[in-house]
């Protein structure tokens, strides 16, 4: 079975600190790698997307993806309050449907 | 952006009724659709994957003759859940993939109550 490994935490960051989510998948044949940011009773949001080996940065967000260890990490840099929330990691599995972690709850902190 | 219309947002049925969710692309064509449940504190379990004018595929425990899927247009796909049980109360999130490049759009998700 295709599985999304999460920490599910509570992850505890104070306001201003990098806050760093980590999730490893077992399908090596895996393609494309999405970060997603939830809110309690709302639809999952794009945060990020990767596809290739390194880093890809979009404002405080950087994805980074290593295909040989199978793992992907999202770093959130000067954390606020408002990313209080939980980020689900999906990879694609067969057919193009997303396979999702457990998710990892943030808490920032004022 | 790219935008999926579900609805309804929540809904409360008794046990033993039948509900109808319904997810639209409004702005472009969503060749598949992919249909996902969540239970508190849990993540979203795919069911079913759709593809315009096929029959839906589903994930091994899925009971199709109970979770019914139509995608009849390449802008509406429903999902109907027939004889629901409490244990079906649950959020039920709709997702369309429009290609490599553009990803994955979700709907707003509906919350399902059954008493």
């Known amino acids: 079975q295709k599985e999304v490994e999460q920490n599910s935490g509570p992850l505890s960051v104070p306001e201003g600190a990098i806050a760093s989510l980590n999730c490893t998948y077992s399908d090596r044949g895996s393609q494309s790698f999405f970060w997603y940011r939830q809110y309690s009773g709302k639809s999952p949001e794009l945060i990020m997307s990767?596809?290739?080996?390194g880093d890809k940065e979009d404002g405080r967000f950087t994805a980074q993806l290593n295909k040989a260890s199978q793992y992907v990490s999202l770093l959130i840099r000067d954390s606020q309050p408002s990313d209080s929330a939980t980020y689900l990691c999906?990879?694609?599995?067969?057919?193009?449907?997303?396979?999702f972690g457990k998710g990892t709850s943030l808490l920032v902190t004022p | 952006g790219a935008v999926v219309s579900q609805h309804p947002s929540w809904v409360i049925c008794k046990s033993g009724t039948s509900v109808k969710i319904e997810c639209r692309s409004l702005?472009?064509?969503?060749?598949?659709m992919f249909w996902y449940r969540q239970f508190p504190k849990q993540s979203l379990m795919l069911m079913a994957t759709?593809?315009?004018?096929?029959?839906?595929?589903?994930e091994q425990g899925v009971e199709k003759d109970k979770f019914l899927i139509n995608h009849a247009s390449l802008t509406l796909s429903t999902l109907t859940v027939t004889s629901a049980h409490p244990e079906d109360s649950s959020f039920y999130i709709c997702?369309?993939?429009?290609?490599?490049?553009?990803?994955?759009?979700f709907g707003s998700g509906t919350r399902l109550t059954v008493v």
């Open positions: 997702s369309a993939r429009q290609g490599a490049i553009y990803g994955y759009t």
């Open positions: 999906a990879v694609t599995g067969s057919g193009y449907a997303l396979n």
């Open positions: 759709s593809n315009e004018g096929s029959k839906a595929t589903y």
């Open positions: 990767i596809y290739s080996n």
């Open positions: 702005d472009f064509q969503a060749t598949t």
